[in-house]
């Protein structure tokens, strides 16, 4: 085995993998779907590395997430009655110093966040989690969805806006 | 709900992760066990410093060499100091080989025969009340010296060589001192000894640290470790071979 690939390897999966994850059970709803898309993504992932070799991978974020991204969307053209946004489970991430009634009234919150984000397109949903969850610039997320960063920059006001219109139902 | 709100909420979702295990279970499947830790099972915390440093083992096992020669260094005199002087028999008071007619040993065997000289004169003067010895004995401690000198290797063949012969001649100098001091005047010698042995040692590092720059030439892809690719560099070009090892070290450490 190749030691510059490995490395290489090693380094970007233990940078992307709790990200990639996260993306996968937002966007699936199960820890089990989103384990074995991980799975998938950096298996993928590897073998393209194995092919093209290290340095013709020019953002390697970007193509984990534009793979997950297609798996996701190929999962759900054949099970197009199952998409949702996840939330299950995420009471026991709430902060737990938080006294009772505001833990009620954050989880609530949440809950309106998450029926908002469920109406949104994949890409508007896509767009806020990237930027507000893992930190993106759009610079990054321009490579990831083949626009160039202006178009990210209107398309993530404009997610952030409806999901604002989406929250507060309006 | 004002945006603020509608951020904080999202940025919650954060705190979704896979289990440890998991994620370490993933990676083994993928890309299998790494052989060489099977081999090299340095403490954890050293592991957890430099994580993907491993990685490089697999092809370059002299890669090790330069983390084995730091560690060597700071115990291996101790260790070695420590364990001959209580594994000295008795009975080899009475073994005497002139190291010219012994047939063509290593480095290993000649400073193994110059610590139990210089051990035994040691334990000679720390009976005599007159503290004289032999001049005789000295000339063949030099000789022996001298001999092991020669022998040692321009590059240790492993981390395990270098160890063990710098935790000799770490050892012999201690020797030589605590003999030295008994004594009003010897001519015992080790210079050329530690000479060819810190020689060694830098070889070693130099040239690990040279393959490892050339490796990160190649693999370096974000701004910040380009930076430390140059600070590398340039330690190394100052022949600042451990410092220059030190920011690899960094480069593969984190994320």
């Given at each position: 085995m190749d030691s510059v690939l490995y490395f290489q390897f090693t380094k970007i999966y233990r940078k992307n993998v709790d990200h990639i994850y996260r993306f996968c059970y937002l966007k699936l709803n199960s820890s089990q779907l989103a384990e074995d898309f991980t799975s998938d993504v950096f298996l993928r992932f590897w073998g393209v590395l194995q092919e093209k070799g290290a340095l013709n991978i020019k953002n390697p974020r970007a193509f984990l997430y534009r793979t997950a991204r297609n798996l996701v969307v190929d999962y759900y053209r054949q099970k197009?009655?199952?998409k949702t946004i996840s939330l299950e489970g995420l009471e026991g991430i709430i902060d737990p110093s938080q006294d009772l009634g505001k833990k009620e009234a954050f989880a609530s919150d949440m809950k309106i966040v998450q029926k908002a984000l469920s109406r949104l397109s994949d890409d508007y949903q896509d767009i806020i989690f990237w930027h507000y969850l893992d930190n993106m610039k759009t610079a990054e997320i321009s490579q990831i969805l083949n626009k160039s960063e202006n178009a990210v920059r209107v398309m993530l006001h404009r997610a952030m806006s409806e999901l604002k219109k989406e929250v507060n139902g309006v | 709900m004002e945006e603020a709100d509608i951020i904080k909420a999202i940025k919650i979702l954060g705190e979704i992760k896979p289990s440890r295990k998991w994620v370490g279970d993933l990676e083994t499947r993928i890309l299998g066990k790494k052989p060489m830790e099977r081999f090299f099972d340095f403490p954890a915390r050293i592991r957890e410093f430099v994580p993907s440093f491993d990685v490089f083992t697999q092809r370059f096992?002299?890669?090790v060499f330069a983390r084995v020669v730091v560690i060597a260094l700071i115990v291996a005199g101790a260790f070695w100091g420590l364990a001959n002087i209580s594994n000295?028999?008795?009975?080899?008071?009475?073994v005497i080989v002139n190291p010219y007619k012994e047939k063509d040993n290593g480095a290993d065997y000649y400073l193994t025969m110059a610590e139990k000289e210089l051990e035994k004169v040691k334990t000679e003067l720390s009976f005599a009340q007159e503290k004289t010895i032999d001049r005789q004995k000295i000339q063949q401690i030099n000789a022996t010296i001298k001999t092991a000198s020669q022998k040692i290797p321009k590059t240790a063949k492993n981390p395990q060589e270098a160890a063990l012969i710098v935790g000799k001649v770490v050892s012999i100098n201690q020797k030589v001192k605590e003999v030295s001091a008994a004594l009003s005047d010897t001519e015992l010698d080790t210079e050329d000894l530690t000479h060819k042995t810190t020689q060694m040692v830098e070889d070693g590092i130099k040239s690990t640290v040279s393959e490892l720059l050339i490796l990160f030439e190649k693999v370096s892809t974000n701004d910040a470790q380009k930076v430390l690719l140059e600070e590398a560099k340039a330690n190394f070009n100052a022949g600042l071979y451990q410092e220059s090892l030190e920011v690899i070290l960094k480069m593969t450490g984190g994320n």
């Amino acid at each position: 085995m190749d030691s510059v690939l490995y490395f290489q390897f090693t380094k970007i999966y233990r940078k992307n993998v709790d990200h990639i994850y996260r993306f996968c059970y937002l966007k699936l709803n199960s820890s089990q779907l989103a384990e074995d898309f991980t799975s998938d993504v950096f298996l993928r992932f590897w073998g393209v590395l194995q092919e093209k070799g290290a340095l013709n991978i020019k953002n390697p974020r970007a193509f984990l997430y534009r793979t997950a991204r297609n798996l996701v969307v190929d999962y759900y053209r054949q099970k197009p009655d199952s998409k949702t946004i996840s939330l299950e489970g995420l009471e026991g991430i709430i902060d737990p110093s938080q006294d009772l009634g505001k833990k009620e009234a954050f989880a609530s919150d949440m809950k309106i966040v998450q029926k908002a984000l469920s109406r949104l397109s994949d890409d508007y949903q896509d767009i806020i989690f990237w930027h507000y969850l893992d930190n993106m610039k759009t610079a990054e997320i321009s490579q990831i969805l083949n626009k160039s960063e202006n178009a990210v920059r209107v398309m993530l006001h404009r997610a952030m806006s409806e999901l604002k219109k989406e929250v507060n139902g309006v | 709900m004002e945006e603020a709100d509608i951020i904080k909420a999202i940025k919650i979702l954060g705190e979704i992760k896979p289990s440890r295990k998991w994620v370490g279970d993933l990676e083994t499947r993928i890309l299998g066990k790494k052989p060489m830790e099977r081999f090299f099972d340095f403490p954890a915390r050293i592991r957890e410093f430099v994580p993907s440093f491993d990685v490089f083992t697999q092809r370059f096992p002299a890669l090790v060499f330069a983390r084995v020669v730091v560690i060597a260094l700071i115990v291996a005199g101790a260790f070695w100091g420590l364990a001959n002087i209580s594994n000295i028999s008795k009975d080899e008071s009475t073994v005497i080989v002139n190291p010219y007619k012994e047939k063509d040993n290593g480095a290993d065997y000649y400073l193994t025969m110059a610590e139990k000289e210089l051990e035994k004169v040691k334990t000679e003067l720390s009976f005599a009340q007159e503290k004289t010895i032999d001049r005789q004995k000295i000339q063949q401690i030099n000789a022996t010296i001298k001999t092991a000198s020669q022998k040692i290797p321009k590059t240790a063949k492993n981390p395990q060589e270098a160890a063990l012969i710098v935790g000799k001649v770490v050892s012999i100098n201690q020797k030589v001192k605590e003999v030295s001091a008994a004594l009003s005047d010897t001519e015992l010698d080790t210079e050329d000894l530690t000479h060819k042995t810190t020689q060694m040692v830098e070889d070693g590092i130099k040239s690990t640290v040279s393959e490892l720059l050339i490796l990160f030439e190649k693999v370096s892809t974000n701004d910040a470790q380009k930076v430390l690719l140059e600070e590398a560099k340039a330690n190394f070009n100052a022949g600042l071979y451990q410092e220059s090892l030190e920011v690899i070290l960094k480069m593969t450490g984190g994320n």
